[in-house]
């Protein structure tokens, strides 16, 4: 089959695009505003983007109001959110914190999770996640799109901080058959991740190694050794 997005019809019963790029990371954030009233909300579209320094990005439509979402306005507004790895047994409060409620409401009391302080701001963290970044805003790439909801707000954010709980290391690694990360995929379905397996790419040089498995340290080290003396 063959369509063009909103030139011609795909004729099926459910629109294929999100369907096709899977699984998604699941950016849950979460924001507090100036009031001192916290939020927390999933969002499907996000990612990192690079890791020396490392920085983030998630990507919110606006509600079928034409409204920016919350977290965006919190986010710009305070320049400061946490993301917290979704988990397979936290997936429930992932969907009860994704209902659209008014302005304001705390969605970690909605969704029973327990606020744990961030170390360098102050945002609410989710405890039970074994997984999270403190990230300061860095700034919002707005996509203009159809109405209601087609106009986007990307948000990049510089991760300051990373808090990893013991329990989910295996031999100096994140072990990701113990956090469980759940994902989005097409329509209204999820994937759980138990299972990985290693590749590597033949004839790289250590350097593009480094690189891809994103080592700050190796990288400044680099940095160093192609520093000639005199700062030339």
Same mark, same amino acid.
Request: proline letters at 8%.
């Given at each position: 089959?063959?369509? %063009? ?20 990371? /699941? ?6 505003? !100036? ?26 439509? %606006?509600?079928?109001?034409? #409204? ?11 320049? !400061? ?7 397979? #047994? ?37 405890? %039970? ?26 948000? /990049? ?8 709980? +013991? #329990? ?9 058959? !113990?956090?469980?990360? /759940? ?17 590597? /790419?033949?004839?790289?040089? #250590? ?15 680099? %940095?160093?050794? +192609? ?6």
């Amino acid at each position: 089959m063959f369509y %063009q997005p909103g030139v011609t019809e795909h004729n099926l019963p459910h629109d294929p695009f999100k369907a096709c790029v899977v699984p998604r990371p /699941i950016g849950w954030i979460s924001t507090q505003n !100036k009031s001192g009233q916290a939020n927390l909300a999933p969002y499907s579209q996000f990612n990192n983007l690079t890791f020396d320094p490392p920085y983030v990005m998630f990507s919110s439509n %606006q509600t079928v109001e034409g #409204e920016r979402k919350d977290t965006v306005v919190n986010a710009e507004q305070t320049g !400061k959110f946490v993301w917290n790895l979704a988990t397979w #047994e936290l997936r429930e409060a992932v969907n009860i914190s994704a209902e659209q409620v008014p302005y304001g409401v705390d969605e970690f009391t909605r969704a029973n999770l327990t606020k744990e302080p961030a170390t360098l701001m102050d945002v609410p963290m989710v405890e %039970q996640s074994p997984v999270k970044f403190e990230c300061e805003y860095f700034t919002t790439l707005r996509l203009p799109g159809n109405p209601p909801m087609g106009t986007v707000d990307v948000v /990049i954010g510089r991760v300051v901080a990373v808090h990893i709980k +013991d #329990e989910v290391l295996t031999d100096g690694k994140l072990d990701i058959r !113990k956090t469980q990360p /759940i994902a989005r995929c097409g329509y209204y379905e999820y994937t759980v991740v138990k299972e990985t397996f290693d590749m590597v /790419i033949p004839g790289m040089s #250590e350097d593009v190694l480094y690189g891809l498995e994103g080592n700050a340290r190796r990288n400044r080290e680099a %940095q160093s050794r +192609d520093v000639k003396p005199g700062g030339q």
